[in-house]
């Protein structure tokens, strides 16, 4: 498995929002066990990720969040870093619980508007806190992801970088 480079942003996780996380987690193995003796199949987790993602980073005349698979590349580094999925799961919790409290099933289930209210929740929570470490730690590796994908940079007016093609006159001067 490919580790996070050092120059990549990492989850930052404050101690608190790791023990709400690994608390979170813990509680929702039995539910998750008794669904599969039931013969249900246990709710995805992470089902809220991919769209509090897209409301983030929403497609425009480039596409959104996880059309250009930034969900599955900032999982892929969760997955490396202890406590990192058990928070994102917590989170994800939080997000269908604030969607709950809208009266829809989950947060996928909400439109734009209230999507958007509850991201704008999460930025002004105070710092320290579950929703505002899943704001602030989403955005940085979202954009962080978003902006390295060359879809997306003609919309930034990036023709791309000279390597490997170089600077062919780098040796007369300018």
């Known amino acids: 498995m490919r580790q996070p480079s050092d120059?990549?942003?990492?989850?930052?996780?404050?101690?608190?929002?790791l023990l709400m996380g690994l608390v979170a987690a813990a509680l929702a193995a039995p539910r998750r066990a008794l669904a599969l003796v039931l013969g249900e199949s246990?709710?995805?987790?992470?089902?809220?990720?991919?769209?509090?993602?897209?409301?983030?980073?929403?497609?425009?005349?480039?596409?959104?969040?996880?059309?250009?698979?930034?969900?599955?590349?900032?999982?892929?580094?969760?997955?490396?870093?202890?406590?990192?999925?058990?928070?994102?799961?917590?989170?994800?919790?939080?997000?269908?619980?604030?969607?709950?409290?809208?009266?829809?099933?989950?947060?996928?289930?909400?439109?734009?508007?209230?999507?958007?209210?509850?991201?704008?929740?999460?930025s002004a929570a105070p710092k320290d806190t579950l929703p505002r470490l899943l704001f602030d730690n989403s955005w940085r590796l979202a954009t962080f992801h978003y902006y390295a994908?060359?879809?997306?940079?003609?919309?930034?007016g990036f023709a791309g970088p000279p390597q490997p093609i170089g600077f062919p006159d780098a040796d007369r001067p300018p």
């Open 7 to 17: 120059t990549a942003p990492r989850f930052e996780l404050g101690r608190r929002a």
């Open 42 to 122: 246990p709710a995805d987790p992470l089902a809220a990720f991919g769209p509090w993602l897209d409301t983030l980073i929403p497609a425009d005349e480039t596409p959104g969040a996880t059309a250009l698979g930034i969900r599955d590349a900032i999982l892929a580094e969760a997955r490396a870093q202890t406590g990192a999925v058990a928070f994102l799961q917590a989170a994800c919790g939080w997000l269908d619980g604030e969607a709950q409290k809208r009266g829809a099933a989950g947060f996928a289930a909400l439109d734009d508007g209230a999507r958007e209210a509850i991201a704008a929740a999460a």
């Open 149 to 156: 994908k060359p879809e997306v940079w003609a919309s930034l």
